[in-house]
């Protein structure tokens, strides 16, 4: 399974890429292949505030919805508009144009303390 | 955790298994979705070897399942099968099976998680009749074979396959047997398609599935298998209840919607409450929704009528044969009418639906 080491993950599998100020958060491959038939999204509009380990929105697939967390507190600056008609592309490409959100970050920094690629993998394993 | 014998093969291809009434089942092999369609289209297999398998023998057999069951069992004519429910004297439903009758012995095939209240059921109200209640649920194994081209590749490919299904209709039942093993076969299912259940002994489960579901080397089409996810899906198009969703022992068959199998004129356990509830007409009835959009609405979400809440939703998927968002629940008698505009509380949002008679998938004539 790919997990690249550009980004940040949470133990509820969410990646966070920062670009400048710009955090874009997607779920990794791992949760997408879990959640399988994945039918909607449910993401915030763009001017949302968002707060680090709070839900920014939802995911349901066939069998379940599940909460999106942000790792990271900001203001939302674009949406992946794709994903309304297109939900698929979070199974079809989860780490790239299945992108969900980016978020400008109020402190850069706190990024450091979400797991490294390394660590997310070591929990996979344990899973 | 119980395993059916078809636990080994389900690992070799690469299988979700989830526990599912106290099974280790395979959820999905490739993908819910694609299972479905293949369903609809072709041909797919599923192992179905957590159902109970409960076979009746002695003089008073037919006369304990006529005391248990709501549909009229006496009725039932040898090689056919039929639905029924088993209520509590509340005419709560404490299981939905179907009940077969052999030359020689009734069978009932009942919900692994209801298998052993269903038993205890049985076996009190078998005291003082001459009955033998064999549960024989874990030495054998069931598949389900579903499909439009399940029955036409069965019928002129017969002297290929193992298994042999005669010229029965719907509902029928044969027995047979292959290389010295016996096996019943019926023509049901549980998808809205057309299609098989088959019993045979847990030893020769993976021989026989192994020989179904072989790459096609002529013009047979493929036999693939599916899981209880595409299961699960495809019950909810063709409109059909999953006890736990739909059913439990609180609910009655006639506000099931499932009238049709409930024998008033005989008497069972549960008749009196049945006979009550047929007269006053249900208070909530189980009613098909269509939402608007794509979200699903689960299990326990609000029904809404302007701000007032009407019912509850049982069952609920994004239906891949229609592309729309579906689903089953109890709404107020006088709101259960086609056409009715109510709505789903979804994480907050109340999504328009329209009632719409059920099932939502009906297979081409």
């Known amino acids: 399974m790919s997990v690249p080491n550009d980004r940040r993950y949470l133990k509820s599998h969410e990646w966070h890429k920062l670009e400048g100020d710009i955090c874009t958060i997607g779920i990794t491959q791992f ?9 909607y999204v449910s993401l915030p509009s763009v001017g949302k505030e968002l707060k680090a380990g709070k839900p920014f929105g939802e995911v349901e697939s066939v069998k379940a919805t599940s909460d999106l967390i942000a790792g990271v507190s900001g203001v939302v600056t674009e949406v992946n508009s794709k994903l309304n008609d297109a939900p698929e592309l979070v199974n079809s490409d989860p780490m790239a144009a299945g992108w969900m959100i980016k978020v400008k970050v109020s402190d850069a920094a706190a990024l450091e303390g979400l797991l490294a690629a390394d660590q997310y993998e070591a929990q996979l394993s344990g899973h | 955790m119980l395993k059916t014998p078809l636990n080994e093969i389900h690992r070799r291809l690469g299988a979700r298994l989830v526990e599912f009434g106290g099974w280790e089942m395979p959820v999905m092999y490739r993908g819910i979705n694609d299972e479905h369609v293949y369903t609809r289209s072709s041909a797919t297999i599923f192992d179905v070897s957590h159902m109970g398998r409960l076979k009746f023998t002695g003089a008073d057999a037919e006369r304990l399942l006529d005391r248990v069951c709501t549909r009229n069992i006496a009725k039932l004519a040898v090689g056919r099968s039929a639905y029924s429910h088993v209520c509590n004297d509340r005419g709560g439903i404490l299981d939905d099976v179907i009940v077969s009758r052999a030359k020689d012995y009734l069978y009932m095939v009942c919900n692994a998680g209801n298998r052993e209240k269903i038993v205890a059921h049985l076996k009190k109200n078998a005291e003082g009749m001459t009955v033998k209640i064999d549960d024989t649920t874990t030495a054998s194994a069931m598949f389900a074979i579903q499909g439009p081209a399940v029955i036409p590749m069965f019928k002129s490919q017969a002297e290929k396959l193992p298994i042999k299904i005669g010229d029965m209709g719907r509902y029928g039942f044969v027995t047979g047997s292959y290389m010295g093993m016996g096996y019943s076969v019926f023509r049901s299912g549980y998808t809205g398609e057309d299609g098989l259940e088959i019993v045979l002994p847990a030893m020769a489960g993976v021989l026989v599935w192994d020989f179904l579901t072989k790459e096609s080397d002529d013009d047979r089409v493929t036999i693939k298998p599916a899981g209880l996810g595409a299961r699960d899906t495809l019950r909810m198009e063709a409109g059909m209840p999953l006890y736990g969703h739909e059913l439990n022992e609180d609910v009655d068959p006639i506000s099931a919607g499932c009238k049709w199998c409930v024998d008033l004129s005989k ?6 409450a049945l006979r009550k509830v047929d007269a006053d007409g249900p208070v909530r009835k189980i ?21 007032r809440e009407v019912g509850e939703v049982t069952s609920g998927t994004l239906s891949p044969t229609l592309g729309k968002s579906i689903a089953m629940g109890f709404v107020e008698s006088a709101l259960a009418a086609p056409e009715t505009k109510l709505a789903v509380d979804i994480s907050g949002t109340a999504v328009p639906a329209l009632v719409v008679p059920l099932p939502f998938y009906k297979k081409p004539q």
């Open chain 1, 31 to 39: 949760a997408a292949d879990e959640l399988t038939d994945i039918t």
């Open chain 2, 267 to 272: 008497d069972f356990i549960g008749a009196a």
């Open chain 2, 287 to 307: 009613t098909g929704l269509v939402l608007e959009g794509r979200r699903i609405a689960r299990q326990g979400a609000k029904i809404l009528s302007g701000d």
